[in-house]
């Protein structure tokens, strides 16, 4: 059944007519932006620092960091760090919508791909147009919908954890925004071209389809760029902090028509870009071995430690990106602080699915030491005593996440 919820904080009328703001200009005030590693810290068992050596499989970063010519090129913009070099924005434009086959016009870039996926739901969602995701999902456009008072529809995945289309199309009537997530985030599983096709097709006039690509370079699948050359209602997002390595640096992309990606700027304005994720991006693209070596390289752990599994009679999801979905028998957050006391950082936890944990795909070495870490916690050599609710979002020491409610 989907699930709605209203309970998510948005700005007083009165705070509003304090401030002299219209219902646009407040709700962009409240906007706050949720990112994957403020998501991953507010679990974490000892949050704000790692051991030395720890293994940090938690927030599906890529432990190779970035590649080689884009550290050549973070060193040589050095010396240029006091100048906005707008003509870097522009070049790396240009590159991206030559590798996508797409008009300049209708690519833009971000310091991540959460800016625009935040803008998107501020700009398309409201209090009469609601916004409609996968359970479990990525909670960050959740979070977003509840800083415009926008209806948050909840839909459970199919069997085969894939986006249910026709669930979400008959759930919301008043949608404004669906967000598929493909792989998605956590299940690492997709959703296919045909049902994202089915999803543009029938839904309600004036609403948009927003397909997030942030793990789409790990796996096959067709991306979704080809429905925004045709002038679909699509967004497409992109990033450079996952198969690229870059998640600190910060850089992501939106691909759609000149109009919507217009809309996106309703709230908040598009802002200079740090010249150092522009020039390490524009280096990466580059390299046009970096993207079939590291899925290469991913797919070979993921396999290994997958083989692993299976040999032990441990039960996972079977994903088709850098994480996956991890059966814990037990209470989630036992198993997650049990792996932590043996210095290996696993999580997170979805509340729909509160005995499994997010694992994000590391080294073959780390990957080795998570399987010898995991095998002491299943057979009860190591264990963890944990007082708090399983599968809850919130945790005490979250940062930024303050006043953020997440639909249950
Ligand atoms: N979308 C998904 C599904 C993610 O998991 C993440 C981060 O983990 C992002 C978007 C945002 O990434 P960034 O802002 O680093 O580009």
New binding site residues.
């Given amino acids: 059944m989907p699930t709605h919820d209203n309970n998510l904080s948005i700005p007083s009328a009165s705070r509003r007519s304090f401030l002299g703001l219209s219902a646009a200009a407040s709700a962009a005030v409240a906007l706050r932006i949720v ?2 590693p403020m998501l991953a810290e507010a679990q974490r068992v000892q949050p704000h620092s790692f051991p030395k050596d720890a293994v940090r499989i938690d ?2 970063e890529n432990p190779l960091g970035p590649c080689s010519a884009a550290r050549d090129a973070l060193t040589a913009i050095i010396p240029e760090g006091g100048r906005y070099s707008f003509n870097l924005t522009n070049e790396l434009v240009a590159s991206l919508a030559e590798v996508v086959e797409l008009k300049q016009e209708q690519v833009r870039v971000y310091p ?4 625009p ?1 935040h803008h998107a739901v501020a700009a398309f969602t409201s209090s009469q147009r609601s916004y409609v995701t996968g359970d479990p999902g ?1 909670e ?1 456009g959740m979070a977003a919908a509840g800083t415009v008072g926008a209806r948050v529809v909840k839909v459970p995945l199919t069997k085969n954890y894939a986006h249910d289309v026709r669930a979400m199309l008959a759930a919301a009537p008043d949608a404004g925004l669906f967000y598929v ?1 493909s792989p998605n ?1 956590p299940t690492g599983t997709l959703t296919s071209h045909s049902d994202i096709e089915y999803l543009i097709e029938n839904k309600p006039k004036d609403s948009v389809v927003m397909v ?1 690509e ?2 789409i370079h790990f796996c096959d699948a067709p991306s979704a760029v080809d429905l925004v050359k045709a002038g679909k209602d699509v967004i497409v ?1 992109r ?4 198969v690229y390595g870059m ?1 600190g640096l ?3 992309a939106a691909f759609a028509r000149p109009d919507l990606l217009e809309k996106l700027e309703t709230h908040a304005g598009w802002n200079a870009m740090p010249t150092t994720a522009l020039v390490a991006a524009a280096a990466s693209l580059k390299d046009t071995q970096l993207v079939p070596e590291r899925k290469r390289i991913n797919t070979a752990v993921r396999s290994q430690v997958f083989a692993w599994l299976d040999r032990n009679g441990y039960s996972y999801i079977a994903s088709e990106s850098n994480f996956f979905m991890l059966d814990t028998r037990q209470p989630a957050k036992a198993a997650i602080a049990a792996m932590a006391k043996q210095n290996v950082f696993i999580g997170r936890i979805w509340p729909s699915m509160p005995t499994y944990s997010r694992i994000t795909i590391g080294t073959a070495v780390e990957m080795e030491q998570f399987q010898t870490a995991w095998q002491k916690v299943m057979t009860g050599a190591v264990t963890a005593a944990v007082t708090t609710t399983v599968g809850e979002m919130p945790n005490p020491r979250r940062r930024n996440l303050d006043g953020i409610a997440f639909p249950a």
């Fill in positions: 990112t994957e927030a599906n991540g791909s959460s800016v996926l990525y960050a997530c985030n997030d942030a793990y997002l990033t450079f902090s996952k998640a910060r850089c992501g």
